[in-house]
């Protein structure tokens, strides 16, 4: 699982492919940030992306906070549906898994 301090600023690129593994372009995305608990994290649940075949999702200030008790996991769900040769309004879904680090004296 991959490491990110503590309000800082990180890039999650992801791209999509269809039954054949060839990038597809889905006809819509959405993503959602979560803690460890799947608790919503800084209000992004559901956040709906311009479809292309590869995404950024940047996340960065309060996105990436710590509060007391917090363990520091976090989650990006993507969720996007695609039309391909096994039929239309297919499902992709992927998660994005980190941590955020804890920085002394960042608050």
Avoid: K
Wanted: no cysteine.
């Amino acid at each position: 699982m991959s490491l990110v301090l503590e309000r800082s600023t990180v890039a999650l690129v992801t791209s999509f492919h269809d039954e054949d593994d060839e990038l597809v372009t889905p006809t819509a995305i959405s993503w959602s940030l979560t803690d460890g608990d799947g608790n919503v994290v800084n209000a992004r649940a559901a956040v709906d992306v311009a479809p292309a075949e590869t995404v950024t999702v940047v996340l960065s200030g309060d996105d990436l906070a710590l509060t007391q008790g917090d363990d520091g996991r976090r989650q990006v769900v993507v969720r996007a549906t695609y039309d391909g040769a096994l039929g239309d309004d297919l499902p992709i879904v992927g998660v994005l898994e980190f941590t955020v680090r804890n920085v002394p004296g960042v608050a």
